[in-house]
């Protein structure tokens, strides 16, 4: 079975840093090229990042394009996305997603508030 | 970037009635190359993540129930669920792949009239 799980989320002020992570089980990880896409709350979703299954390519949304890194680690079957520069409209659900969609994370929550 | 326009913003149906989600997209994603429209239809509980029901815009994922259907080509879409059951009650997402950088419609939320 397909298991992909996000953490690190948590509450941080505006202008602090959090490194959320998806660890990947049941696939070839390896493999997959990976997306972050996020749902601020009662809002829709919103692709914030990709990253090739080789670390190769990489985009970014522009709404934190120069802000969040997204990385990944084969090795570990592990997905990053560091986020710097927090504003309050980060606030959001991060979740991971394969490149198909085929498998989502059940996301972990970001708050930034003062 | 590729704009996802979805209508209605919401829309209430009978049970065992016809619900219709139409998606419009501000350029085509219908590749030439291989004669593939690059939209995918999402379904969205409560406290869930988005699950993929429909690729190339018609496809159906396995286990889809085959009362949801898709269709449409190059810029317009739509997605039917052909009698609604009370398990159909989400918010419904279309998207693009045509560009790595994804783009979602609005959503459209179903519910029981």
């Known amino acids: 079975e397909v298991q992909l799980v996000e953490s690190g989320g948590g509450l941080v002020q505006p202008g602090g840093s959090l490194r959320l992570s998806c660890a990947a089980s049941?696939?070839?990880?390896?493999?997959?090229?990976m997306n972050w896409v996020r749902q601020a709350p009662g809002k829709g979703l919103e692709w914030v990042s990709y990253i090739s299954s080789t670390s190769i390519t990489i985009y970014y949304a522009e709404s934190v394009k120069g802000r969040f890194t997204i990385s990944r680690d084969n090795a570990k079957n592990s997905l990053y996305l560091q986020m710097n520069s927090l504003r309050d409209e980060d606030t959001a659900v991060y979740y991971c997603a394969t490149s198909g969609g085929d498998y989502w994370g059940q996301g972990t929550l970001v708050t930034v508030s003062s | 970037d590729i704009v996802m326009t979805q209508s209605p913003d919401s829309l209430a149906v009978s049970l065992g009635e016809r619900a219709t989600i139409n998606c419009k997209s501000s350029?085509?994603?219908?590749?030439?190359?291989?004669?593939?429209?690059?939209l995918g239809w999402y379904q969205q509980k409560p406290g869930q993540p988005p699950k993929k029901l429909i690729y190339w815009a018609s496809t159906r994922e396995s286990g889809v129930p085959d009362r949801i259907s898709g269709s449409g080509s190059g810029t317009d879409f739509t997605l039917t669920i052909s009698s609604l059951q009370a398990e159909d009650v989400a918010v419904y997402y279309c998207?693009?792949?045509?560009?790595?950088?994804?783009?979602f419609g609005q959503g459209t939320k179903v519910e029981i009239k």
């Open positions: 350029q085509s994603v219908l590749y030439s190359s291989n004669n593939k429209n690059y």
């Open positions: 998207q693009q792949y045509y560009t790595t950088s994804w783009t």
């Open positions: 049941g696939l070839t990880f390896s493999t997959c090229s």
